[in-house]
């Protein structure tokens, strides 16, 4: 949940995809979300000041690198907020290379395995993917479904699929 005392600036980003809106705090950024996704700035502050800062610059250069169909070099500042759990699957999905798919198992597999234990939950994971505030730079539209089809996105399943076309990945299921 967002600390009101935290000042929270905002922007849009036109992209080839849809408006875009870029929320960042003195940290990095906080959230990228398409207009009218679900969970659309569920978090933020009603206040909010609309101002470039550094990280919303960064992650702007970022979007423009990586519309263009190029994997960018660098991550903007960023700053999730979200349980020990969730952070935890953001990092797994941050690892994921350009233009490369996992599946909801293997991440629960991979943090299975870290924490010591026999399984965990894909469903979990899946929560913890659904719920991503920073979409696009933490590549969450790279997670697929065990048998190779595209699952939820709050973006919506068409820019998933845009999104992962535009990596050079073309999913037909």
């Known amino acids: 949940m967002a600390n009101n005392t935290t000042a929270v600036f905002t922007r849009h980003y036109d992209s080839p995809m849809g ?3 870029l929320a960042a705090d003195e940290i990095g950024l906080r959230g990228l979300w398409f207009d009218g996704q679900k ?4 978090d933020l502050p009603e206040k909010r000041i609309e ?3 550094h990280a919303i610059a960064e992650a702007r250069r970022w979007l423009d690198v990586y519309f263009t169909g190029k994997e960018p070099d660098f991550l903007p500042p960023l700053h999730p907020t979200g349980s020990a759990f969730r952070q935890s699957v953001w ?3 941050l690892k994921i290379p350009y233009g ?3 599946t909801y198992g293997d ?3 991979q943090l299975a395995a870290k924490r010591g234990l026999a399984n965990m939950s894909a469903q979990a994971v899946g929560g913890a993917v659904e719920h991503n505030e920073i979409s696009v730079i933490i590549p969450c539209h790279r997670v697929i479904g065990a048998n190779g089809t595209l699952t939820g996105y709050a973006g919506g399943l068409e820019i ?3 999104l992962l076309a535009l990596e050079g990945i073309n999913i037909l299921k």
Do not use: G, V
């Open 51 to 53: 101002q470039e800062t």
């Open 107 to 109: 991440i629960a597999r």
């Open 91 to 93: 990092e797994i999905l």
């Open 19 to 21: 408006r875009i809106l």
């Open 100 to 102: 490369q798919t996992i």
């Open 39 to 42: 969970y659309f700035a569920r």
């Open 160 to 162: 998933k699929r845009k």
